[in-house]
């Protein structure tokens, strides 16, 4: 794993390019456990995912599990780093160039935006070697895709291209082959640029109403909101804006 910080913004880049960047055990721990430490970090402020070679990730390593048992993948508990990124609180977005598939595309659905290359090649494989989606696949795909065209992804095993996904709702953007880091850069630079408080409350909001219920997430969002107004952020935005002039975010 290649972790670049470079303040505002640290990108997290796997690396294992002749297995296509399968998510192996040691993998997922050492990226959930970067990613926690950049989600300290004071200075990091966005984080971005992208793979090496010809993949972001070609899913599990199939290797690793081919021979395990349902105890010992129950056992396992392989699920522990998926649910630490989960609770990432900074943006992260996904950078896909190539294949993004089974927990590959699950590892992108994870984040919160996904910048995808033309080249890019979602799917949930797992159908073809005898399993099914495990980290999120068919409730993400779901939620993002609906019920119709995420059964046929899931049943059939099939790809679709980034454009596709795109035109679907999962890709945030679509760029040339070989600009998905450039351009995720570009947005996580962007989203640095934002008060912090305000940026971490507002994600923590959106993703509550792509898992939760509106009941659930109406009254979030509103003590979200009523809670900024106790940040230093809050009074400099607004006043900056009545006084024409740019705001000087303090992070508080
Ligand atoms: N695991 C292990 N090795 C892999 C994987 C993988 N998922 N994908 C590719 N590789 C390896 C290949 O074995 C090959 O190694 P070698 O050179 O030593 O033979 C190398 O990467 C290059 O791959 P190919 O030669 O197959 O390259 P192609 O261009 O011919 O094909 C494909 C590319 C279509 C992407 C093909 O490699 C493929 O189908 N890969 C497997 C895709 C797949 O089935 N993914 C789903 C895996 S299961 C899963 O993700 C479940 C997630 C559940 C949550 C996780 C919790 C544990």
Same mark, same amino acid.
Request: charged residues 25%; hydrophobic residues 40%; aromatic residues 6%.
């Given at each position: 794993m290649l972790v670049h910080r470079a303040p505002p913004v640290a990108t997290v880049t796997l690396n294992r390019p002749d297995v296509l960047n399968a998510l192996s055990r040691p993998l997922m721990d050492e990226l959930a456990q970067r990613v926690a430490e950049l989600d300290a970090d004071d200075d990091v402020l966005a984080i971005v995912v992208t793979g090496s070679g010809r993949a972001f990730a070609a899913g599990a390593d199939i290797a690793e599990m081919a021979g395990?048992?349902?105890?010992?993948?129950l056992e396992g508990d392989r699920f522990a780093a998926w649910q630490r990124l989960r609770g @990432?609180?900074?943006? #992260?977005?996904?950078?896909?160039?190539?294949?993004?598939?089974g927990g590959g595309c699950e590892l992108a659905m994870l984040c919160d935006m996904i910048i995808?290359? =033309?080249d890019a090649r979602f799917g949930q494989p797992e159908v073809r070697i005898g399993v099914m989606p495990g980290a999120g696949g068919t409730q993400l795909l779901t939620r993002?895709?609906?019920?119709? +065209?995420a059964m046929e992804l899931v049943l059939t095993g099939r790809m679709l291209s980034a454009r596709e996904m795109? =035109?679907?709702?999962?890709? @945030?953007?679509?760029? !040339? +082959?070989? #600009?998905?880091l450039h351009e995720a850069l570009r947005l996580a630079a962007e989203i640095a640029k934002q008060p912090p408080v305000a940026v971490r409350l507002a994600k923590e909001a959106? +993703?509550?109403a792509f898992?939760?219920? #509106? =009941?659930?997430?109406l009254p979030l969002e509103r003590k979200n909101f009523y809670l900024l107004f106790a940040t230093e952020d809050q009074t400099e935005g607004m006043r900056a804006f009545l006084e024409k002039?740019? !705001?000087?975010?303090?992070?508080?």
């Open positions: 395990a048992g349902a105890a010992e993948m @990432t609180k900074k943006p #992260l977005i996904a950078a896909v160039s190539g294949y993004a598939l995808a290359g =033309e993002a895709l609906g019920k119709w +065209q795109y =035109e679907r709702g999962l890709v @945030t953007r679509v760029v !040339p +082959q070989g #600009l998905h959106v +993703q509550k898992l939760g219920t #509106l =009941e659930e997430g002039r740019a !705001p000087v975010w303090r992070g508080k």
